[in-house]
């Protein structure tokens, strides 16, 4: 069974640019997430998406984030404009949803903000 | 909002012996699951174990074992026979069951270092 893919694995831009990462989750999860995981610390939810539906958004910078998942398969997340705080690895999760599934991750993004 | 702590930044056991690594959390919720992910230099998040919170009886996965304290908000892992490739950070990780909001909340993580 094929993971969770991300591309790309490292982006390095300036500041104020703008930035697009892909995820494919695994085939038949209905829920994706997407963390962002600064160095030293834990990963934190930035969204999540149940088929096509945002179902948690609390913590995405709307400001400059955004995120979509089309047709409940794919999914991009947007920075723009990036902040020098914005480097971070950006972790896509799947699940199959329900009662205590288990979440899995992607290799995750590395992005450096210069 | 949940809390999830883990107190050691950094520990060190010898290969093939038995390391236990801390987690505390904090919540109001009486139904929720835990879990304990591996995350090598690969970045890779990799799921160790699992323990549901209605359940009294504390997981195992082969060398892997959990001591879940649902009184105390206490849920560390043990890891048996250590082995080199154990070396990674282990994040302890919360989750609700209430709602169709099913994030992880993740401690800070602890670096496990195995040396011959």
């Known amino acids: 069974e094929a993971g969770v893919a991300q591309s790309p694995r490292y982006k390095i831009i300036e500041k104020r640019q703008s930035v697009a990462f892909w995820c494919n989750p695994i085939s038949g999860h209905a829920t994706l997430y997407w963390y962002q995981q600064i160095l030293g610390q834990g990963p934190k939810l930035l969204i999540q998406f149940q088929n096509n539906g945002v179902v948690d958004d609390s913590q995405l910078p709307k400001d400059r984030f955004s995120a979509e998942r089309l047709k409940g398969v794919d999914s991009t997340l947007k920075i723009q404009p990036a902040k020098l705080e914005d480097s971070a690895v950006y972790l896509c999760?799947?699940?199959?949803?329900?009662?205590?599934?288990?979440?899995?991750f992607g290799p995750g993004t590395r992005l450096t903000v210069l | 909002a949940q809390t999830v702590t883990q107190s050691q930044p950094e520990m060190s056991v010898q290969e093939a012996e038995t390391v236990t690594l801390s987690c505390t959390y904090d919540?109001?919720?009486?139904?929720?699951?835990l879990f304990w992910y591996k995350q090598p230099p690969s970045r890779q998040m990799i799921l160790v174990i699992r323990?549901?919170?209605?359940?009294?009886q504390n997981a195992t996965e082969n060398r892997f074992s959990v001591n879940f304290q649902k009184a105390a908000k206490s849920f560390s892992l043990k890891i048996s026979d250590s082995q080199l490739g154990d070396a990674a950070m282990y994040f302890c990780?919360?989750?609700?069951?209430?709602?169709?909001?099913?994030?992880?909340?993740f401690g800070t993580g602890t670096r496990l270092q195995v040396t011959l």
């Open positions: 919540t109001s919720e009486s139904d929720y699951y």
């Open positions: 323990q549901e919170a209605y359940k009294q």
């Open positions: 999760a799947s699940s199959l949803g329900g009662r205590g599934r288990g979440q899995f």
């Open positions: 990780a919360y989750r609700s069951d209430t709602g169709t909001a099913s994030k992880l909340t």
